[in-house]
């Protein structure tokens, strides 16, 4: 249940979030609730606090017709859409009632400036939210955008625990592009294996990877083949096809109107293609930035990462299309997931007389990369980036073994949480020296006698929970740079995510980064602004951003395996100007003995 004060939500929604509930019912009844809402939001109040109540728990779901376990937020997954106004707080009182599981919830894109133990990352600025607790999260939400929330706890995002936040711009603002109905879209992968069976697989000998998911899920809605499952009718109370929770998701549009789609992607470890049958997209927007405006037909969109489009609903409206979405970068084992655009009033569930076209080759990085390097500021919003940075990490993307273990390392170092969170050990001055390790992590990597395009000589590794400390407000450069797996010929695409910052995405690249050439080839005039960025096959990417909001934050690669596997880092700055801690916030390691309500 949402609470809003000040104002009601359901007065601050655009009508358009009307179509789709109303599409079934006349024309002259959808016009008239508009005009109502139009008139009533005149003399609406601007809300400030947006407050909501969350029970967090399991539940058999059927999204994809198999059903299994998924954590669900007040009975769905997706979880509520969290709508909001630039500068208004947000506050949900999240209730744990997994009974034997911990949580915690990222609001991803969200920097959480001046309240970091907001952040919702459990062993970086929160100890998890125990079985049976009640825990508030209370942050702003200070710039208008388009943005996602999920799990961030073990690989529990791929168990359903996910959603899409909407930040509108304030009163009086206008944004440089014009629309007339607002949509969210987030895409996911679904696996029917539980978290606990693929956890248990990636961290045994022998390893066992998860495999492809197998599922693609359209606003948390898909369909699975079930003659495929290996005793079908046996089966027959597992996976149902008519079971209404996965019937396709349907996008109601009205003839000649344009639409802006927000687009997000939460897979646990598929990068996707995302088209729309017989329609342009124009980009306008990524991870909360406006883009200069280039259209495509094909939008690549990698875990963790949003996007504006603008579709206008300009083809025959007599039919229905296609909504789409296949794997890309990874050999496909997946079926294509899919939507339906219906053109109201017209057949509201009836199929496109068309098939639903199975995207781009998987393997072409060409048209990916390309999209990347097509992504720039809006020339009316341009953040200009510092022109030189004050310190340069570079991190070689490996996979390598520990013991016998497979894991994911940075300049061969794989990365595990402490018990104690770092945000509240260095913010107590707690024992550092038993807590983390106090040796940073690798800066570089043998540069010069490192091939990329090979499997390592000696794949093993090492493994650390030390951190980066920053200079607080300095400029920091980050080379995200890929090699080859410890499979020959293969090198996989990492989504990369900042928390507490947007970073200036200066440049992609494909084969080994040269510092000495590359760097002259940054785009320091107009570089869009990001919170997650790929690094493509055999590439490198490289980022800039300004250590300037106090606390500890996570940069990891977004999916769930690699992250969950070690393929990550954290950073500090200025956490002696962190204000005082909230007690719920602790509870584990080391502050067991703390109080907490």
């Known amino acids: 249940m949402l609470f809003v004060q000040a104002s009601s939500s359901f007065l601050s929604l655009k009508a358009s979030n009307m179509v789709e509930i109303l599409a079934h019912r006349s024309l002259v009844k959808l016009l008239a609730l508009c005009h109502f809402i139009s008139l009533v939001a005149v003399v609406t109040v601007e809300a400030r606090i947006r407050h909501y109540r969350w029970e967090v728990k399991y539940e058999y779901k059927s999204p994809d017709c198999f059903k299994k376990l998924a954590i669900t937020i007040n009975g769905g997954t997706p979880g509520p859409k969290i709508l909001a106004q630039q500068g208004d707080t947000i506050v949900v009182e999240l209730k744990n009632s997994l009974l034997t599981e911990n949580v915690a919830i990222h609001w991803h894109g969200i920097r959480q400036i001046g309240t970091p133990w907001s952040d919702g990352t459990e062993g970086v600025t929160q100890c998890p939210i125990f079985p049976g607790d009640t825990f508030i999260y209370k942050f702003v939400v200070d710039r208008a955008g388009s943005y996602l929330y999920h799990a961030h706890y073990g690989i529990q995002r791929e168990a359903g625990l996910y959603g899409s936040i909407t930040v509108s711009v304030p009163n009086g603002e206008s944004e440089p592009f014009a629309y007339d109905y607002d949509r969210s879209i987030i895409l996911n992968d679904w696996f029917h294996k539980s978290t606990y069976e693929q956890a248990v697989g990636l961290s045994s000998i022998p390893f066992v990877w998860v495999g492809e998911p197998q599922s693609l899920l359209i606003n ?29 998701y349907i996008l109601t549009i009205i003839p000649d109107k344009t639409y802006r789609l927000r687009i997000g992607s939460l897979t646990s470890l598929s990068a996707l293609n995302f088209q729309i049958e017989g329609h342009n997209m124009t980009v306008v927007e990524a991870d909360g930035h406006y883009v200069e405006p280039f259209q495509t037909k094909n939008l690549y969109i990698y875990s963790g990462e949003t996007y504006s489009v603008l579709v206008t609903a300009n083809q025959d409206p007599s039919r229905n299309y296609w909504v789409t979405t296949n794997v890309v970068s990874r050999k496909p084992a997946t079926p294509t997931g899919l939507a339906i655009l219906n053109y109201y009033p017209k057949y509201f569930k009836k199929s496109p007389p068309t098939l639903p ?45 520990i013991d016998g273990y497979y894991r994911w390392s940075l300049n061969n170092v794989s990365f595990y949480l402490p018990h104690t ?81 947007d970073f200036w995405v200066l440049g992609y690249g494909t084969g080994k980064f040269d510092m000495m050439k590359d760097v002259g080839k940054y785009n320091l005039v107009n570089p869009i602004m990001k919170n997650t960025v790929p690094v493509h096959p055999y590439g490198w990417t490289a980022l800039r951003f300004r250590a300037d909001n106090p606390g500890v934050w996570a940069f990891h690669c977004h999916l769930e395996s690699h992250f969950y596997m070690g393929m990550g880092v954290v950073f500090e700055a200025g956490v002696e100007k962190v204000g005082k801690l909230p007690s719920s916030v602790m509870g584990c390691g080391e502050t067991k003995g703390f109080h907490r309500p």
């Not at 495929?228 to 396709?248: H, I, K, Q, R």
């Not at 090979?454 to 980050?478: H, M, P």
């Open 220 to 248: 948390g809605r898909g369909r699975f083949n079930c003659s495929l499952l290996a005793t079908p009718s046996l089966e027959v109370g597992v996976c149902n096809t008519t079971n209404p929770e996965c019937s396709p």
């Open 357 to 401: 076209t199975t995207g781009p080759l998987w393997n072409d990085s060409v048209p990916r990369l390309a999209q990347s390097l097509s992504i720039k500021a809006h020339k009316s919003f341009i953040h200009s980036p510092a022109l030189t940075s004050d310190k340069v990490i570079v991190l070689l993307n490996t996979q390598n073994k």
């Open 421 to 501: 969170p770092y945000l509240i050990a260095l913010k107590e001055n707690l024992n550092l020296n038993h807590v983390f390790d106090q040796t940073p992590p690798p800066e570089n990597y043998d540069f010069k006698n490192y091939d990329i395009y090979a499997v390592a000589e000696n794949v093993n590794a090492t493994s650390s929970n030390g951190i980066y400390r920053l200079k607080f407000n300095t400029t920091v450069d980050i080379i995200l740079q890929n090699a080859n797996t410890m499979t020959v010929n293969n090198s996989e695409t990492h989504p990369w995510h900042l928390h507490g910052h």
